[in-house]
C-alpha cells in the first residue's frame, strides 16, 4: 500500500466525523504551489498533517462515548492532586482536515477557547492556520497555537523557532494561549523517535528553553500517559513550569503522565471533532493567557 492511501485511510474517520459537525467557510486559504510542494492545499494537508492526538487516538484508540463525553464536561473528578475540579470550560482544537471552521458554530455550542495548529517538524505550515486562528480570535474565544513535534527530523530550538515564526507566538492581549507543544506516538516509525528517554527529555527542553526564550512563557505540553511514561518518564523537571494538556478519551482523567500532580487541560474525545476542558473557572483560563 502506497503511504499516501495509508495516510488517507488513517484520517478517513477523522474527515468523515468533523464532517458532521463542522461548518466550511466559503474562503479558500491562501496558499502558493511552492508553499504546498506543488499539491492542492487538500492533498497538502492529507500528506503533512498530523492532528493533535491522531496518534494517540490510533494506538490508544477512543473509549469515549456520548456518556463519557457528558461526564468530561460536569468536570467532578479527582485529580492526582486529590483536589476536586469545581469548575471548567470547554474548547476544541483543529488542524488543517477542519479546513475553513465555522465558528460561530461552536461558539453556540458553548465553546470558549481553541487550539490551532501552525506547524510540524520544520517543514509544514498548515494552510488554514490563518483563518481558525482570527476566526477562534474574532468571535470571542481565547486562542492558541500548536506544534506537532517531529523530534527526529530537527533539533527542539529549530522546531522552536519555525513554530513562533509562523503563529506560534504569544501576546499579552489576555486572548492568547502560550503555544502548545504535541508530544505523541511517530506517525513515521518508531514510537519514541529513536531516541531513550534522556535524549527526549533533552529534545524538550530544548524547544521549552528556546520557546521561553523568544516568548516569555512556558510551552503548554500535550501528550498521554502512556506515551509519556515510555518516551520520557520521570526526571525531567517540566511539572514545575509547564501547564499539563492530557489526551485520555474516557470519563475521568486517570492517571497522569509523570513529573504533573494536576493538569491544565484535558482533551477527552476525538469524535465528532476534538473536544478538551481547561481545569478551572473561566477567570483562571483568562489569567493563563494573560500571563
Known amino acids: 500500500m502506497s503511504t499516501r492511501r495509508s495516510r488517507r485511510r488513517a484520517y478517513s474517520a477523522i474527515t468523515a466525523a468533523s464532517a458532521c459537525v463542522l461548518l466550511l467557510g466559503t474562503l479558500a486559504p491562501a496558499a502558493s504551489a511552492q508553499e504546498t510542494r506543488g499539491l492542492s492545499i487538500d492533498e497538502y494537508v492529507r500528506m503533512y ?4 492526538g491522531s496518534q494517540i487516538a490510533r494506538v490508544e484508540g477512543d473509549q469515549s462515548t456520548p456518556a463519557t463525553r457528558q461526564q468530561a464536561l460536569r468536570t467532578r473528578d479527582r485529580g492526582a492532586d486529590g483536589q476536586r475540579v469545581l469548575a471548567s470550560v470547554p474548547g476544541i482544537d483543529v488542524s488543517g482536515w477542519q479546513k475553513n471552521v465555522d ?3 461552536w461558539w453556540n455550542q458553548g465553546k470558549r477557547f481553541a487550539f490551532v495548529k501552525a506547524t510540524e517538524g520544520t517543514g509544514y505550515k498548515s494552510p488554514y492556520f490563518a483563518q481558525q486562528y482570527n476566526g477562534s ?3 470571542g474565544m481565547i486562542r492558541g497555537a500548536y506544534h506537532f513535534a517531529l523530534p527526529d527530523r530537527s533539533s527542539g530550538a529549530a522546531q522552536a523557532n ?8 504569544w501576546s499579552r492581549d489576555g486572548k492568547t494561549l502560550p503555544g502548545a507543544l504535541d508530544m505523541e506516538y511517530n506517525p513515521y516509525g518508531s514510537t519514541c523517535y529513536g531516541k531513550s528517554k534522556a535524549g527526549m527529555a533533552a529534545w524538550i527542553r530544548d524547544f521549552h528553553d528556546t520557546y521561553a526564550n523568544r516568548t516569555g512563557r512556558w510551552p503548554v505540553i500535550y501528550t498521554s500517559k502512556s506515551w509519556w511514561d515510555q518516551c520520557v518518564a520521570t526526571g525531567h523537571g517540566f511539572g514545575s513550569t509547564v501547564p499539563l494538556w492530557v489526551a485520555r478519551y474516557n470519563s475521568t482523567v486517570g492517571p497522569l503522565p509523570h513529573g504533573w500532580g494536576f493538569y491544565t487541560f484535558w482533551q477527552y474525545t476525538s469524535s465528532p471533532i476534538d473536544q478538551n ?3 478551572g ?3 483562571r483560563l483568562q489569567v493563563l493567557a494573560t500571563g
Not at 162 to 169: A, H, L
Open 49 to 52: 498533517d498530523h492532528p493533535l
Open 103 to 105: 465558528w460561530q458554530h
Open 137 to 139: 480570535y474574532n468571535i
Open 162 to 169: 519555525y513554530f513562533v515564526d509562523n503563529g506560534g507566538g
Open 277 to 279: 476542558t481547561f481545569n
Open 281 to 283: 473557572a473561566y477567570d
